[in-house]
């Protein structure tokens, strides 16, 4: 086989090493895929993303990686110790050259090339058949565009080729299952990828609503129009000269892929659009997808991940009626101080009034998911409070997802928590941070009761700065922080069976062949 292409993500999902085995399978080249998720539930919290590889499974994936021209892993920042290690196990054993690509080495090429041989910056489809093409000649592939190699102990990097603006013209996402194998935790042993195996891969708890769901997942974009502080998007705009625009695929070749991929697989029960903006695209083209996605879809419903200002009743009705079901809106904070340090551009009156038009939809759409950041250094008692205060304003049922601000290379705060020597330690600490472990205290308590059927008038209560003052002091919080880690482990303890008895249904379902 000409590469072996390494996913160490949880998801095996894995749009990134599909997607450039696609186009490498397109170009004549053979793939071998391997896949190595972390299998805790979803709902389950850990201090950090460490999964540490037993000897016996690098020994399988060293196994797996012979013959090979170049072997790729692709990871994100979380992912950083995990590739560091595997990689040091492969260079070791074998004489074939490791390429790391993702948004991590794109931000820290040099950082990453003290344990690879090259790293792949940016968009990497083209890059690597560039690679393996240049590989198959024995030349030399450092002066391809989009790759860095240090040589004499220099950084030598070579600039981005443009951005892919015709989606249309990559191949759908590899699925063929050829070749593709997936680590078992467990029995310790890589297999094969079967069918059966990837619906039990796929099948995602979801904490906030208690259910299970089995979906396939794809992007109809690529790009963002915001420039978030805290988001890699920010990174990867100041690499690119030209601005990162969102491009589009036509609805046609979206519509080609649901297709292939339903009369495959179709057990499939739901659609995933992971776009950073899905509903940020002309009315028509909305409309158009919507009509399309209504004929082949056969009723599954979708989500997808969207932004207040796109919130609108002509984009919802046409996606509604479609099959939208489920949809997931960045706010972050009703701070305008706070905001404004996001760079996030949605003032609350505009995060209210998406709110209330969202509520119009339930029944037919889940109650929506609404993404906030706590745990902010910057953030005063009085932001929170604000934030608070927005939420009591925004129309319930929704359920919040929350994630503890996390210092991420290359971002906008990265930069500025280390001016303010927020970060003096060893900066891989935050490599390994769990961005889904919050602080356990009494004002982020209140945030996790919105997703609870608590009254609004309780709420109103709770919330008032006479609480606050009151309930958010350390005494307090101590005793908090050990009446939830009481609950949490119950909590556990109960879903754990659940998660047994619905795993144990489902082998008895589709015993594995």
């Not at 894995?14 to 696609?22: C, E, F």
């Not at 499939?268 to 009509?291: K, N, R, V």
């Not at 101590?478 to 047994?500: G, N, P, T």
Request: net charge neutral.
């Amino acid at each position: 086989m000409d590469v072996v292409l390494i996913s160490p993500y949880s998801d095996i999902a894995a749009l990134g090493v599909r997607g450039i085995s696609a186009v490498l399978k397109q170009g004549g080249h053979k793939t071998r895929l391997i896949f190595l998720p972390y299998q805790f539930p979803e709902i389950e919290r850990r201090s950090d993303f460490m999964c540490r590889y037993s000897d016996n499974i690098m020994e399988q994936v060293a196994g797996l990686c012979k013959g090979a021209k170049i072997i790729g892993v692709s990871l994100m920042t979380n992912y950083f110790e995990q590739a560091a290690t595997l990689t040091q196990y492969l260079r070791e054993r074998l004489s074939i050259p490791v390429i790391w690509g993702g948004i991590h080495p794109t931000i820290s090429p040099e950082e990453c090339l003290d344990y690879c041989d090259y790293v792949c910056i940016g968009e990497g489809e083209h890059a690597m058949l560039e690679v393996v093409e240049t590989l198959s000649v024995n030349g030399d592939i450092s002066k391809i565009p989009n790759i860095a190699v240090m040589q004499n102990g220099k950084l030598q990097t070579q600039p981005p080729r443009p951005v892919v603006h015709d989606l249309d013209s990559l191949p759908y996402f590899d699925y063929d299952m050829d070749d593709h194998h997936v680590l078992d935790q467990n029995t310790d042993q890589i297999i094969a990828l079967t069918q059966e195996l990837l619906r039990k891969y796929l099948t995602k708890q979801a904490p906030t609503m208690g259910r299970a769901t089995l979906f396939y997942q794809t992007i109809a974009s690529r790009g963002c129009p915001h420039n978030c502080s805290y988001c890699c998007w920010h990174a990867l705009k100041n690499i690119y000269d030209t601005k990162l625009m969102i491009r589009r695929r036509s609805v046609e070749h979206i519509i080609g892929e649901l297709e292939m991929i339903l009369d495959k697989m179709p057990w499939f029960s739901e659609i995933t659009f992971s776009d950073d903006s899905f509903l940020d695209a002309p009315s028509d083209e909305i409309e158009h997808l919507a009509q399309q996605y209504a004929k082949i879809a056969q009723k599954r419903p979708f989500q997808c991940l969207a932004e207040p200002r796109t919130i609108t009743r002509k984009r919802m009705d046409p996606m509604v009626d479609a099959g939208l079901a489920n949809i997931q809106i960045g706010i972050q904070s009703g701070s305008e101080r706070i905001k404004s340090m996001y760079r996030r551009t949605h003032s609350n009156q505009r995060i209210i009034e998406m709110a209330e038009l969202l509520n119009t939809y339930i029944p037919r759409i889940r109650p929506p998911i609404y993404d906030f950041i706590l745990d902010n250094p910057w953030e005063t008692i009085q932001d929170k409070y604000e934030t608070l205060q927005l939420l009591l304003k925004m129309p319930p049922p929704f359920y919040l997802q929350i994630f503890r601000l996390t210092f991420f290379p290359g971002t906008g705060l990265f930069d500025k928590a280390l001016e303010d020597g927020l970060i003096s330690t060893n900066i891989r600490d935050i490599y390994s941070q769990q961005y889904n472990e919050r602080d356990i205290n009494y004002i982020n308590l209140l945030f996790s009761a919105f997703s609870r059927p608590v009254p609004r008038t309780v709420m109103k209560g709770l919330c008032s700065k006479m609480m606050i003052t009151m309930f958010h002091n350390k005494p307090v919080n101590s005793v908090l922080k050990q009446l939830h880690s009481v609950y949490r482990r119950r909590m556990l303890s109960s879903r754990k069976r659940r998660i047994d008895r619905e795993k144990a249904a489902s082998a008895a379902a589709h015993p594995f062949t």
